[in-house]
C-alpha cells in the first residue's frame, strides 16, 4: 500500500485567515474589488449617492451632515444582505478597524471571498500569532 504525502496545514502562516490566505491581497492591496465585503461596498454607494445629492443642493458641509445622520439611520443595519454576515467578533482577536463588527470582514474586505489556504505552501512564511488569531478560538 502506498502511502499519500500531505500537505501540512497552513494555521501558522502569516497570510492564513481562518482558512483562507491574504498573500494576493497583502501584495496587491485592494487590487481584487470582488474581494471587498458587500456590506461595506452598500454602505459606501449609499454616502456616494447622498454626496451626489448634497452637492446637487449646494448643501454646505454642516447641513449635510446633519442629513447624513438621518439618512444613514434608515438605512438597513450592516449584515442586513449578507447571507454571511456574523456578528460574532471576538474581541479579543479582532482590532477595532472592523467596520461592520463582522467576523469575517478584515480591512474592508471579506475573508471568506479570499482563496481557501491549501496548506503549506511556497508562499509560506511562519508567523507566531497567526494561529491565534486567525482560528480565534475564544
Known amino acids: ?3 499519500q504525502v500531505q500537505k501540512l496545514p497552513g494555521v501558522h502562516c ?3 485567515q481562518q482558512g483562507h490566505c491574504l498573500f494576493e491581497e497583502h ?3 485592494g487590487d481584487h474589488a470582488e474581494w471587498t465585503c458587500s456590506e ?3 454602505f459606501l454607494q449609499a454616502y456616494d449617492e447622498f454626496i451626489d445629492r448634497a452637492d446637487r443642493f449646494s448643501l454646505n ?3 449635510a451632515a446633519r442629513l447624513w445622520e438621518s439618512h444613514e439611520a434608515d438605512l438597513p443595519p450592516a449584515g442586513t444582505l449578507c447571507p454571511e454576515f456574523c456578528p460574532d467578533v471576538c474581541k479579543q482577536c479582532v482590532d477595532d478597524g472592523s467596520l ?3 467576523r ?3 480591512n474592508l474586505i471579506c475573508i471568506l471571498k479570499l482563496p481557501v489556504c491549501t496548506g503549506v505552501c511556497r508562499r ?3 508567523s507566531q500569532t497567526s494561529g491565534a488569531a486567525s482560528g480565534c478560538s475564544h
Do not use: S
Request: charged residues 25%; negative net charge; proline residues 4%.
Open 104 to 106: 469575517y470582514e478584515l
Open 1 to 3: 500500500m502506498a502511502a
Open 40 to 42: 461595506i461596498t452598500r
Open 124 to 126: 509560506y512564511k511562519h
Open 100 to 102: 461592520t463588527d463582522c
Open 14 to 16: 502569516a497570510y492564513y
Open 27 to 29: 501584495m496587491n492591496p
Open 61 to 63: 458641509d454642516e447641513q
